[in-house]
């Protein structure tokens, strides 16, 4: 038996569709404000990504730069602008940080409903609470993957590798929120590879390169890589390649269905902060939210 590839490109691209479609029922463009702080290579390209992506779903795309040595009362003070400003749905503070800026002071700046990471406490307590807010990107995009292979989630056993505040613990509670039974392991879990074996759904989220082996999955599980690790390529001498926290060939022999490295949960990310935005705009502005988003 071999495991379907779960293709997050595609299902990425099916849900921008579905955001630009909505987009063109609401009453007006929602928009999504973008801070970049310095000039890191990396932050340009994803930045990059998110405006092009952003416009190409019909709607708003305002980006601000600060520079490399701008101060942390800069930066708060334009997040807060963009906070009181009526035209803006979301907005989203692109990390890391220069040094010395302290991300967590500046992202708790950022109003709760126009929290379009799910970064904010206020978004962390809603989440846990299990009340309606915006919910944190990637998270959000192992559940949909999940969900679209195996449909209702109840009562399946997810075992969430990773506890961050960023990737684990949020998709520990989405998953919650579907009615699975959630175990959250970490580096400090027994019994790793039997508690993974027991998974109907394992997410990795550890950042260690292929570190889950075949022999850990469950045969037809549903395997969520979240991992992004950077190593050495085989055939390339010098060169580098992306590989996940899932040593993927071996596992997709057993697993029902898993995700690639790259090309699965990735794309979801920016697919689900453009989501985000919609709903944003839809509660702050009173419009209902359309029902294509629904996953
Ligand atoms: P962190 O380093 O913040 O967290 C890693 C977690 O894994 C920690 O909870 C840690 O446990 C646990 N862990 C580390 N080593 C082991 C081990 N040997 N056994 C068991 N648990 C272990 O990483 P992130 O959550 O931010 O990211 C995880 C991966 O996801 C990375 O590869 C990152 O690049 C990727 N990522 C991908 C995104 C995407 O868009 N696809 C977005 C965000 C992240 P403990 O808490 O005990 O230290």
């Known amino acids: 038996m071999t495991g379907i590839k779960i293709d997050g490109r595609a299902y990425a691209e099916g849900l921008r569709e579905r955001i630009s479609q ?33 416009v190409e779903c019909g709607m708003r795309s305002l980006e601000h730069k600060l520079p490399a040595d701008a101060s942390e009362e800069d930066v708060v003070s334009l997040v807060r602008t963009l906070n009181a400003d009526k035209d803006v749905d979301g907005i989203l503070v692109q990390l890391p940080l220069p040094a010395g800026l302290n991300s967590d002071r500046v992202i708790e700046e950022i109003h709760p409903d126009k929290d379009v990471d799910g970064l904010t406490e206020a978004s962390a307590g809603r989440l846990s609470l299990g009340k309606a807010g915006l919910r944190p990107c990637t998270p959000t995009g192992c559940v949909m993957l999940a969900k679209d292979q195996l449909g209702d989630l109840s009562g399946k056993h997810c075992v969430v590798l990773g506890r961050s505040i960023l990737v684990g613990k949020p998709a520990a509670l989405l998953f919650l929120e579907q009615n699975c039974t959630v175990t959250i392991a970490h ?77 699965g949960v990735g794309p979801m990310t920016i697919a689900c902060l453009l989501r985000n935005t919609v709903i944003a705009a839809c509660s702050r502005r009173g419009w209902a939210t359309p029902a294509v988003l629904d996953f």
Request: proline letters at 8%; charged letters at 25%.
């Open 22 to 54: 909505a987009v063109k029922e609401l009453p007006d463009q929602p928009a999504l404000a973008v801070v970049l702080v310095g000039d890191d290579p990396a932050s340009q390209v994803y930045v990059g990504s998110k405006a092009k992506f952003t």
């Open 187 to 263: 580096s400090r879990t027994s019994n790793l590879e039997d508690i993974c074996k027991s998974a109907d759904i394992l997410v990795a989220a550890v950042g260690r390169p292929q570190m889950v082996q075949a022999e850990w999955i469950k045969e037809g599980a549903c395997v969520i890589d979240v991992g992004i690790n950077r190593v050495p390529s085989l055939k390339r001498p010098g060169k580098t390649r992306l590989v996940g926290d899932v040593n993927y060939l071996p596992s997709k022999k057993i697993a029902g269905s898993i995700t690639p490295v790259p090309g």
